[in-house]
């Protein structure tokens, strides 16, 4: 029996006794038929500390204007994502293919909430016994705050070294630099914000869920 696997999971384990297949979205995998299957999802990429903030010589300029207007997309709750599921002895029917659509957990952007994975085997969902985000929620909420703190240093150091020798204009520059601090605040204000409401969520699951949720 061929299986292909869709949506947008990178790739899945499927097991069928001791026996492990990698089924990569887009390929077609063979399987055997006449045993029941079991599915779990693979372990996505991780994200580096301090990625941003070894990246100065590019992100310089752009880094002051996406502090200032707050239109940066940070990826704290991106790196949130990546979450292990378990489906067991999925029994195949009668048939030529396996088609299984496979959706990652995500944090809806414009309902403010996370959507849990899904798994659609032949048009029809299947129920995922247990899940486990692999991220630490506050970790990864500390990590978006360091990238920033981080970015607003790499910004104020070049202005403050302007401003000293600005002389008469050193108010000005002051002035941008309290901006500047102003809309990092405001910011990080927002994701803590956007924190606690995914927290609240999270624990919201945990007890109405099948499950075991990580955070």
């Not at 692999?134 to 990238?147: G, W």
Request: a positive charge; aromatic letters at 12%.
């Amino acid at each position: 029996m061929n299986v292909t696997l869709k949506g947008n999971g990178e790739k899945i384990i499927c097991i069928q006794q001791k026996e492990q297949k990698v089924i990569y979205n887009g390929e077609n995998t063979l399987i055997d038929n006449r045993m029941p299957i079991s599915l779990s999802s693979v372990n996505t990429k991780t994200i580096e500390l301090f990625y941003c903030i070894c990246k100065f010589p590019l992100r310089l300029i752009v880094a002051i204007f996406d502090i200032i207007f707050m239109n940066y997309e940070w990826d704290w709750i991106d790196n949130f994502e990546p979450c292990i599921f378990q489906v067991d002895n999925y029994i195949c029917e009668a048939c030529e293919t396996l088609e299984i659509e496979y959706n990652k957990s995500k944090y809806d952007k414009e309902n403010r909430k996370i959507v849990l994975p899904q798994i659609i085997i032949n048009g029809k969902e299947i129920k995922i016994e247990s899940f486990l985000y692999l991220e630490n929620l506050k970790l990864c909420f500390l990590k978006c705050c360091l990238k920033m703190v981080g970015m607003l240093i790499w910004c104020l150091i070049p202005l403050i070294i302007i401003t000293i020798n600005a002389g008469k204009y050193s108010i000005y520059i002051w002035i941008i630099d309290c901006c500047i601090i102003f809309a990092l605040i405001v910011k990080i204000s927002l994701e803590y914000h956007k924190f606690c409401n995914i927290k609240r969520q999270l624990n919201l699951q945990k007890k109405n869920k099948n499950g075991f949720v990580n955070y």
